[in-house]
């Protein structure tokens, strides 16, 4: 039984199902061959993308790649900082140009020794006339170490220099010492010759070691330019060429305006290093440093030669380089020049006059209210100089400085009232005195009786101010009670001379423009005060950002003084590639039967009676706001504010129909308010009517 049971198991174990596998097989099969066929389409598909791109690097884009292999082969660099663009006025004649300066300058080849810098020191010393008066002494020991250093060690004694042995001196207070013990004696051995030869050496050493040094550059006469290049071989590292440098066809005429570059020997100017390295310059590239010339430096600023450093160490030109874009300012520079003459003439008048001690200065802006282009913008400061006087230019602070404007404003606080419904087109108030219990009585300057509100600006009355303030700030005024008012009412009244311009930065480019002072106090009386101009600051450019706005109909546009871009070519201003179209910041919120109230008031302020009567002549039918402003100075300098003075402001334009044109006049502390006499400088209004009239006289 056993062995049956055996082998009946092992005849079904052995029986295979092989039709089953062959199934399986043919299957595995197919599956196989059809991975090859998809394997053999991707590489076929591999091989033609391989094929193409070898085709376009070697055929279609051959000369390319050629080219890019050899430029990443050369060692290019690149030459001196190129000339900068030309500045023109805005009917393009010409402000700002470069001439050609010849140059010497030396830079420092590695395989020259000191012994060699001495030699040659003393051969250009014989070839160029070299004014060292700035040799100092120290300057001049070194030098006569640098050609006695043995005797130099004598002046060190054996134990000095056993401390230096013992690192109790270093080698800097051992080089101290015999600086210190060079003898005078030892110095007056040294002639005219030597002096020359110890500038040019110190000349030759001092910054960078690796940096372009210039040994002269002014004054240089053709003999000694000529020998300077023809003894290059010789005088290793001392090169010559041309440089270039800024010319200004009219003088000073807005010359701080314009700008400052830095020189070939300074370079990147170190505040702003950072600044221009990460744009891509090196540190000996000349730049603009300030205003016009800083502000648009991308426009102004050349492309430079490139060169390719050959292996037997000489140069060949690959590129040329170009002089940078040139700028159109919107100024007239003619009228600029009479504005600042008209200043000078002016403030020399004004000094003249009583009570006008502290007076030192003024502002104007002319410009174009319908674009925000600046015509003509000048400050002009005055210092007494023993029995005379000094003319000194003060023109950045229109974007800076600030004053306390006055009545001038008085325009925005209308619309103020307005807006917030507590003051009616036409509606009569009576000019009275308001009293706030334990603060002095504040008026108008005059009582006007009963005004409206074109003639509360006609007049400048502060009380109809006053009491459109109590009523933003939801006062409850009674003469000579405690008045409470609504804090928000200053953010009320911010806000709508914001829309104007006033206390906000009006986007002039020019760079460092000031915001003025905004007052933290918000007691009722500085409330009062706010809304007739007499609590905040703001700069003259923000007041010509204002009086162009109400000009305008209501559009705040930003200051200007670019106008357009011309790429640099021979044959002049031909080809524009970029013109500044008028930036709108804002429209005031408000009616247009608001704005047109306060416009109708400040036609009245120019007309007979009015405050700004004689500030525009009558004839180009003029419309503007005067303001005179009480403020605090330190009167000796001290530290200590203690002079209360009056400063005078004008804003307007003209014609009052269809305005072209918007005139700023500032004069700060024309006199002080506790003066000997009540006499008071009109200063402010002459230089109005002169510049007004000369506007005028030039564009007919």
């Known amino acids: 039984m056993k062995k049956l049971f055996k082998k009946s198991r092992r005849k079904k174990s052995i029986k295979i199902n092989y039709s089953y596998y062959s199934k399986k097989y043919r299957n595995i099969k197919e599956i196989i061959e059809k991975r090859y066929s998809i394997l053999i389409g991707i590489i076929i598909f ?227 290093k950072d600044y221009y390295l990460a744009k891509g310059y090196s540190l000996d590239d000349r730049v603009g440093i300030s205003y016009l010339e800083y502000q648009y430096e991308d426009y102004l600023k050349g492309e430079k030669n490139q060169y390719e450093l050959l292996s037997d160490g000489s140069y060949k030109l690959i590129k040329e380089g170009k002089r940078g874009n040139d700028i159109v300012l919107t100024i007239d520079i003619e009228l600029q020049r009479e504005v600042e003459k008209i200043l000078e003439e002016e403030l020399i008048a004004a000094k003249k006059e009583p009570n006008t001690e502290y007076y030192n200065r003024s502002f104007v802006i002319v410009s174009d209210p319908k674009t925000g282009e600046i015509l003509a913008m000048a400050a002009k400061q005055i210092v007494q100089d023993g029995d005379d006087y000094k003319i000194y230019d003060y023109t950045p602070g229109i974007i800076s400085s600030t004053v306390v404007m006055g009545s001038v404003v008085k325009g925005a606080s209308n619309i103020v009232g307005f807006n917030q419904g507590v003051l009616e087109p036409g509606e009569i108030r009576d000019d009275f005195c308001i009293k ?148 709108v910041l804002n429209k005031i919120s408000t009616k247009e039967e608001y704005l047109k109230r306060v416009q109708e008031g400040f036609r009245q302020v120019l007309l007979s009676g009015g405050t700004g009567f004689g500030y525009m002549p009558l004839e180009v039918k003029p419309a503007g706001k005067t303001g005179t402003s009480e403020s605090f100075i330190d009167s000796d300098l001290d530290g200590v504010v203690d002079l209360e003075t009056y400063s005078n402001t004008f804003a307007g334009y003209a014609p009052y129909d269809d305005p072209k044109v918007t005139f700023v006049i500032i004069s700060p502390d024309v006199a002080p308010v506790y003066a000997k006499s009540s006499y008071r400088t009109n200063v402010n209004q002459r230089i109005s009517y002169k510049v007004s009239k000369k506007f005028f006289e030039i564009y007919k």
Request: charged share 30%; aromatic share 12%.
């Open 436 to 583: 706030i219990a334990a603060t002095p009585q504040k008026c108008s300057w005059r009582y006007l009786g009963r005004i409206d509100d074109i003639a509360a600006l006609k007049y400048s009355s502060n009380s109809y101010q006053f009491q459109t303030a109590i009523k933003v700030g939801k006062g409850n005024y009674q003469y000579n009670q405690p008045l409470a008012i609504d804090p928000q009412a200053f953010e009320i009244y911010r806000n709508t001379f914001a829309e104007f311009g006033l206390g906000v930065k009006t986007k002039i480019d020019l760079p460092n423009e000031g915001l003025g002072y905004q007052g933290i106090s918000t007691l009722p009386g500085h409330l009062l005060d706010f809304s007739i101009g007499q609590y905040d600051t703001y700069t003259p450019i923000q007041l010509a950002q204002y009086i162009n706005t109400i000009a305008n109909g209501g559009y705040r546009i930003a200051p200007s003084l670019l106008k357009s871009v011309y790429e640099s070519t021979k044959d002049g201003l031909t080809n524009i590639i970029y013109n500044k179209e008028p930036e």
């Open 46 to 272: 591999l091989n033609f993308i391989l094929i193409t791109n070898l085709f376009v690097i070697q055929v279609v884009r051959n000369e390319h790649y050629i080219n890019r292999v050899k430029l990443l082969n050369q060692n290019i660099v690149l030459g001196p900082s190129a000339p900068r663009g030309r500045i023109y006025d805005r009917h393009h004649r010409l402000i700002v140009d470069n001439k050609p300066v010849k140059v010497i300058y030396y830079k420092k080849l590695s395989d020259v020794t000191r012994q060699e810098e001495l030699e040659m020191a003393y051969k250009v010393a014989e070839i160029l006339d070299v004014d060292y008066s700035n040799l100092s002494k120290r300057n001049l020991k070194e030098f006569w170490l640098r050609n006695n250093p043995e005797k130099g060690k004598e002046k060190i004694t054996d134990e000095e220099w056993k401390k230096l042995e013992e690192r109790k001196l270093t080698l800097d207070d051992i080089e101290e010492l015999k600086l210190e013990r060079i003898t005078d004696e030892e110095l007056n051995e040294y002639g005219e010759l030597d002096k020359e030869a110890a500038y040019i050496y110190y000349l030759m050493n001092r910054g960078y070691y690796y940096s372009e040094k210039i040994i002269k550059k002014d004054n240089i006469t053709d003999e000694e330019y000529a020998k300077i290049s023809e003894n290059i071989d010789k005088l290793r590292g001392f090169n010559t060429r041309l440089d270039w440098e800024r010319v200004y066809p009219y003088g000073d005429t807005f010359r701080t305006i314009l700008g400052k570059v830095s020189t070939s020997e300074s370079g990147l100017p170190y505040e702003l």
